[in-house]
């Protein structure tokens, strides 16, 4: 059992930055891939990056390549996203997610089998 909690959301302006952090409990965490996801209101949850369970792999979504970072220091049991220049559009709900893997990431939301309560991420425009 992994047990997720989010937090480093909040409001922010167009052009600004926020780092999100996921916190998982657990002697294993570093047997997990993890990914991010954020839903907006009245549309469906979406990838946004994911990393391998050593952090030697990586992958962003198209929209926000070379603008948001994912890393992981599995000595704190901990993966973060590095959010900058962000955008009205990156508005949402962030979540964490974990999936028990022994190499590579994922992008299918049905794969993980951990999930964060999640944390609310608000761009003004």
């Known amino acids: 059992q992994v047990q997720l909690v989010e937090s480093g959301g909040g409001l922010v302006q167009a052009g600004g930055s926020l780092r999100l952090s996921c916190a998982a409990s657990g002697r294993t965490f570093s047997s997990y891939a993890m990914g991010w996801f954020r839903q907006a209101p009245g549309k469906v949850r979406e990838f946004v990056a994911a990393?391998?369970?050593?952090?030697?792999?990586?992958y962003c979504v198209d929209s926000v390549k070379g603008r948001f970072t994912i890393s992981r220091d599995n000595t704190k049991n901990t993966v973060y996203l590095q959010m900058s220049s962000l955008k009205p559009e990156d508005t949402a709900v962030y979540y964490c997610?974990?999936?028990?893997?022994?190499?590579?990431?994922?992008?299918?939301?049905?794969?993980?089998?951990?999930w964060g309560q999640g944390t609310q991420v608000t761009v003004s425009s």
């Open positions: 997610a974990a999936v028990w893997s022994p190499r590579g990431v994922t992008i299918r939301t049905d794969d993980y089998d951990y």
């Open positions: 990393i391998s369970r050593s952090g030697d792999i990586t």
